[in-house]
């Protein structure tokens, strides 16, 4: 059973009108109760009297209850009177029970009503049910007499059927009530919560008409104020100026008016959207009034050498419009042609004169726009390109406010369009003035006076109109262009060169202007050529804007600084955008600093004097560190060719103090390196085994000269330090960094291959391989030299001798190869001792 919601109870009874349908219940239930006098009268003639009386008690109870009804202050009290009936009327009909049994059919009477006349709970419904059930089975177990089982039974059966239909239906529809209560609720709380945020919104939009409209005062009368006076300075009202500085105030007004452009149509456009804008219309020649601005548009279209033709009937078109606002709609449309209409394209206007109608259609050659954007460009601000490296300038806000004044004019206007082929936009408007509705007609007349027409301070001010004579240069202004030549670099003058970037011919001329006193300047347009310069130039530092169409200057710096030879130049990045986001992309590209527009030109060249000075400084250090480089190379060479010949110079004196073994290092060492040269050595190893080869008895200049030159046998002692010169000709050569190796084969040129040489008892591979080639070396030019205590063996014997300890003293594989190269040892060896007794 349902848990007891009374939020719902108190819905379910307010939402039926329980009140007036308990009223219709009771007294549906009085006239029942009443007429079923009749039924007494012929079915239960013994009991009629008593059944009176009972019909009686529960009539009157019906009248107390309709009483109570009219006193009942909640729903829930109509329900609970609804109760009592109910249970009245079982206690009535229960009662005759006891005396007619077959009376249980008054119970089903109740039982079909309750689901249908009253709106109970499934729980309450379920408490009469139980009590009308126990209403006849308790009477009917009572009193049997005369009835019989049967009918008892049958009578059971019939009530219970129906309690459990009844239960069944009061079930179900319980659940569809509260289910259909649940989604009441939530869409009424769902349409509570967008009632509160439509009027939140409302009271937004009213706030941002109210800034659009101080927007008027706010922004375009400081801009005029400072409009008015260039205009004046440009027309030499002033005095004379100089070619540079018209040049600069020309720029200043052009900006000046992008900027007048763009207040003005947001202006227009909301006032449009606020329902303000009102039309003044009078009627004119369509095609004079397109005519002539097509002229406008001329100079513009020859400069890019795009053709323009214009096609209209023979006669005049009648058309009665606002020339002021339609002219908008028209130059946008032109001004749009123009500018997506590359070099060498054509535009043609088309008027057409229909029954109730005027068509103008504007169409191009141009880059076309995509099926899927023919509809949303007409929306605020949407560009088909609205990325931040478009080529064309422009805010998205031209077409939708065409389009609110052809609606305005009760017109329509829309685009067709190839991809790449061009566009064609539509204007239609309706000839007459019969279709305009009262409330967009500006009915005020034009010449009122002054006083009337504005505020004393609006007479004060300057007016556009008074600074923008030429009132349509205003709405093309985008498409002016200015002649980079005239921002082209000067010749070398400064001491360092700067690279600027920027596709904004007007901010190359400002750079030129603010830098062009201190440095040498290269601009260019674009990124790409931009990288061109760099390599061609070599400049100081870089200035690179980062909004630009194609390569755009992150892109542009990253390749700066991927390419080695001109990663050290310093980048400056400028850029309309400021925020944190902006200066870590900008970092990650590389660039090592950025400024953001507008700059201060203090600031500006402050920068670019500290990254020169750094780059200076950096560079004046590299070279430093490139001579100190060299320098030092150098002493490292000269140093260690004076130990070497240091070195040498004391193998030297050790050969002339032992007389036996004189020439045995210059032996050794190119027995040493033939072995070597078999084993595969590189070059280098080659070169360093070499000198650990002349080397590898220096440290038998600590050993006397007696004991060396000794004929007889040696003492412990004397053997003892003759067995110290390894280890002390490694601590001769260590000091020196580069011969750490060589030293290490100097110090094992003693240890044998099975771990019992000196000096520290080596095994195998942890012996270096230079000292295992050296100690076969070794041992061949000491068998086959006389020392003081054995005469000269044969080569024969010495190499018999090495053969008999391969794998003990010497390295199996090192014995490998010695045998391959022994045989022009034998020659060597011969011609070696022919030398020496040549030179005895
Ligand atoms: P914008 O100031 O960007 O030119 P508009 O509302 O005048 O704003 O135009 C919206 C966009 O519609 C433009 O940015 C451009 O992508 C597209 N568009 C308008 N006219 C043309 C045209 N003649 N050819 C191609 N694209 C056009």
């Not at 009271?203 to 008409?209: A, M, P, V």
Request: hydrophobic share 40%.
């Amino acid at each position: 059973m349902p848990k007891r919601d009374l939020d719902f109870e108190e819905r379910l009874y307010r939402e039926n009108d329980i009140r007036r349908r308990v009223r219709l219940i009771i007294i549906a239930s009085a006239i029942l109760y009443f007429s079923f006098l009749v039924l007494d009268k012929v079915y239960a003639s013994p009991y009629f009297s008593r059944f009176l009386i009972i019909r009686l008690v529960v009539l009157t109870g019906h009248g107390f209850l309709f009483a109570l009804l009219g006193r009942a202050k909640t729903n829930k009290a109509c329900a609970n009177i609804a109760k009592v009936l109910a249970l009245l009327d079982v206690s009535g009909i229960a009662i005759m029970i006891w005396f007619q049994n077959s009376y249980v059919q008054g119970l089903y009477i109740i039982i079909i009503g309750l689901v249908v006349a009253v709106p109970l709970t499934f729980r309450d419904t379920i408490l009469l049910y139980v009590v009308i059930w126990l209403s006849y089975v308790i009477p009917s177990s009572l009193n049997m007499e005369g009835v019989g089982w049967l009918n008892v039974t049958y009578n059971f059966y019939f009530l219970t059927s129906l309690i459990l239909i009844g239960a069944l239906g009061s079930y179900v529809m319980d659940r569809l009530r509260r289910r259909e209560f649940r989604s009441r609720a939530q869409l009424e709380e769902t349409t509570g919560k967008l009632q509160e945020s439509n009027a939140k919104l409302k009271t937004l939009d009213e706030l941002k008409t109210q800034f659009f409209a101080n927007v008027n005062h706010e922004l375009r009368t400081p801009l005029t104020l400072m409009l008015a006076p260039v205009k004046v300075i440009l027309e030499g009202k002033m005095g004379r100026i100089s070619s540079t500085l018209k040049d600069t105030l020309e720029t200043m007004q052009r900006n000046g008016y992008k900027l007048l452009k763009l207040i003005n149509n947001l202006l227009d456009l909301t006032k449009l959207e606020a329902g303000k804008m009102r039309l003044k219309v009078r009627t004119v020649n369509f095609i004079d009034s397109t005519s002539s601005l097509l002229s406008s548009v001329k100079p513009l279209a020859d400069q890019k050498q795009i053709r323009l033709y214009f096609q209209h009937p023979p006669h005049a078109i009648e058309l009665t419009l606002d020339p002021d606002q339609f002219e908008k709609v028209t130059l946008n449309l032109l001004s749009n042609a123009l500018k997506f209409t590359p070099k060498g394209g054509k535009i043609t206007v088309y008027l057409e004169e229909k029954e109730s109608t005027v068509l103008m259609t504007v169409e191009d050659t141009g880059i076309g726009i995509p099926p899927n954007m023919l509809e949303t460009i007409f929306d605020r601000f949407s560009q088909v390109d609205g990325s931040m490296s478009r080529p064309q300038e422009g805010t998205g806000i031209g077409l939708s406010l065409a389009r609110e004044i052809v609606s305005l004019h009760q017109g329509t206007i829309r685009a067709e369009s190839t991809l790449g082929k061009g566009s064609r936009f539509m204007v239609e408007v309706f000839k007459g003035e019969d279709h305009y509705p009262e409330e967009v007609l500006d009915r005020r007349q034009d010449e009122q006076p002054v006083g009337i027409k504005r505020r004393v301070t609006d007479v004060q001010e300057p007016r556009v109109q008074d600074i923008v004579t030429d009132f349509r240069r205003l709405q093309l202004v985008d498409l002016e262009r200015v002649d980079i030549e005239t921002a082209a670099a000067g010749t070398k003058t400064h001491d360092a060169l700067i690279l600027v970037i920027d596709d904004n011919p007007e901010v190359l001329k400002l750079m030129k202007m603010l830098l062009g006193d201190e440095f040498d300047l290269e601009m260019t347009t674009s990124a790409e050529k931009g990288l061109g310069v760099v390599k061609e130039k070599s400049p100081d530092l870089i200035l690179c804007d980062v909004m630009m169409p194609g390569m755009d200057g992150h892109a542009f710096s990253r390749a700066v600084k991927a390419d080695e030879a001109l990663k050290h130049i310093p980048i400056i990045l400028v850029t309309a955008r400021s925020g944190a986001e902006m200066l870590q992309q900008g970092i990650q590209a590389g660039a090592d600093d950025y400024i953001s527009k507008p700059f201060d030109s203090v600031e500006l060249k402050a920068r670019i004097r500290a990254l020169l000075r750094i780059r200076r400084v950096e560079s004046e250090l590299a070279m430093a560190n490139r001579n100190l480089k060299l320098r030092t190379s150098d002493l490292v060479d000269q140093q260690r060719s004076l130990f070497l010949s240091t070195v040498k110079s004391l193998v030297s004196a050790i050969d002339a103090k032992d007389e036996y073994t004189r020439h045995h290092s210059t032996r050794v060492t190119d027995f040493t390196l033939k072995i070597a040269r078999k084993m595969g050595f590189s070059e280098k190893e080659i070169g360093d085994l070499e000198l650990a080869a002349i080397l590898h008895d220096v440290g038998k200049i600590a050993v006397p000269e007696n004991i060396l030159n000794k004929p007889g046998k040696l003492t412990e002692h004397e053997f003892a330090l003759i067995k110290e010169h390894p280890a002390r000709g490694e601590s001769i050569l260590r000091p020196v960094i580069e011969l750490k190796d060589i030293a290490r084969v100097v110090r094992s040129h003693h240890e044998h291959y099975d771990g019992t040489g000196y000096p520290d008892g080596l095994k195998g591979r942890e012996i270096p391989l230079g000292a295992r080639i050296m100690a076969v070396a070794d041992a061949y030019d000491s068998i086959v030299s006389e020392r003081p205590y054995r005469k000269a063996s044969s080569h024969r014997f010495a190499v018999k001798e090495i053969i008999r300890c391969s794998g003990a003293q010497f390295d199996p594989e090192v014995v490998e190869h010695f045998l391959e190269v022994s045989a022009s040892l034998a020659q060597e060896q011969s011609q070696g001792q022919e030398t020496a007794a040549a030179e005895e």
